[in-house]
């Protein structure tokens, strides 16, 4: 499970990063999205995924050995990612509609020569 779930986190960086080196403006905010899914699985992998186990979780006797119990610290930066992506995606697609209302255009490369604004 570890193997397949780090194999989609570096295809989702791959593909993030070929999508932020895009001209167009809907390409960036794709790769920016992508990116940060990439990074949330990221610290997913790095929290040692245990399946039998959740973090805090006892049986009928209250005690959990501490190696099958997974780690609470790596859920949390997550959930603390997962605001901040959405953050950073929202400044990046309100950022890009004002620069397309400024320049009226989707190129990057156009954007070069600010003779036009």
């Known amino acids: 499970m570890i193997i397949g779930i780090s194999?989609?986190?570096?295809?989702?960086?791959?593909a993030g990063v070929y999508l932020l080196l895009h001209k167009s403006f809907m390409k960036?905010?794709?790769?920016?999205?992508?990116?940060?899914?990439?990074?949330?699985?990221?610290?997913?992998?790095?929290g040692s995924l245990v399946d039998s186990h959740p973090a805090f979780v006892s049986g009928n006797d209250g005690a959990v050995p501490l190696d099958n119990m997974a780690?609470?610290?790596?859920?949390?930066f997550i959930l603390t990612a997962i605001v901040i992506s959405l953050g950073v995606q929202a400044f990046v697609i309100v950022l890009l509609?004002?620069?397309?209302?400024?320049s009226h255009t989707n190129n990057l490369d156009a954007l070069t020569d600010t003779d036009d604004v």
């Open 71 to 76: 780690d609470p610290v790596p859920q949390a």
């Open 97 to 102: 509609k004002r620069i397309y209302q400024t």
């Open 7 to 14: 194999v989609l986190t570096g295809f989702l960086f791959a």
């Open 28 to 46: 960036l905010i794709a790769g920016v999205i992508l990116f940060g899914n990439a990074c949330n699985l990221f610290l997913l992998i790095t």
